[in-house]
């Protein structure tokens, strides 16, 4: 993993790793995390706070995926609106059966061509190839995977099978609300992917397990975050 390098800044590592955590862990902007720290009596304005983000939330996220375990090979797809500067675009995701998030790629258009580079972003970009791709009923998909002779794998979602891909929106969604929309498809694709490296290192689903082993799965997520930040 590459080191992060925090030469020529005024706080400690710490604080900024702190920092770092807190935006992308919880639903909180920038003068939420602002007002955290000072409670802490570490004087910050929230303008630096947006520069650590975008300084080093993608490294992290690099050293993140290169940590997590091979995902599943079952896969779910599915696509959101968003409003990106007063626009309407579509985030296209994918899911493995467990909720991990494989792939994202906002795009301005709903078709074929959106559903093709989300796949092939897949395809290069993922260890495992898949065995089954589920999708809700959007043609576009029929399309794509036709193009790319999968339609041996694909299960057209009906009913609650493509659930997994659309319960994972949520978090998307209240990240969207809390920050008032996205500004620029750039800047929606940056912190939608280091977003989603986070969520994957701390997504633990705590109504399935007994306290003992969620103290455990905490303990372990948090020895990741401290290896990805501290390489």
């Known amino acids: 993993m590459r080191a992060l390098s925090f030469k020529r800044h005024r706080f400690p590592p710490d604080v900024i790793r702190y920092a770092v955590w807190l935006y992308f862990r919880f639903t909180l902007t920038f003068r939420d995390v602002e007002e955290l720290l000072a409670q802490r009596g570490i004087e ?3 303008e630096t706070i947006r520069c650590w983000t975008v300084k080093f939330g993608p490294q992290i996220a690099r050293n993140l995926k290169r940590q997590r375990p091979v995902p599943s090979p079952r896969w779910h797809l599915d696509e959101m609106v968003c409003n990106v500067g007063d626009r309407r675009m579509y985030l296209w995701r994918a ?6 998030v494989l792939d994202l790629v906002m795009q301005r258009r709903r078709d074929t061509n959106a559903a093709l580079k989300l796949l092939k972003r897949l395809l290069r970009n993922q260890p495992v190839d898949p065995v089954s ?5 959007l043609g576009s998909y029929v399309a794509a995977l036709k193009a790319l002779n999968m339609t041996d794998l694909h299960r057209p979602g009906r009913l609650r099978e493509n659930n997994r891909a659309e319960n994972s929106h949520l978090p998307i969604r209240r990240r969207e609300r809390k920050m008032q929309g996205f500004k620029s498809q750039a800047s929606a694709q940056r912190f939608l992917t280091i977003h989603a490296a986070v969520y994957n ?3 633990v689903q705590s109504h399935l397990f007994r306290r003992q082993t969620l ?4 303990g372990e997520a948090m020895h990741v975050w401290s290896q990805a930040v501290n390489a």
């Open 215 to 218: 103290r455990q799965f905490r």
């Open 44 to 46: 910050v304005s929230y």
């Open 95 to 100: 899911v493995d059966d467990e909720g991990e």
């Open 201 to 203: 290192t701390f997504y």
């Open 133 to 137: 791709i589920t999708t809700d009923g």
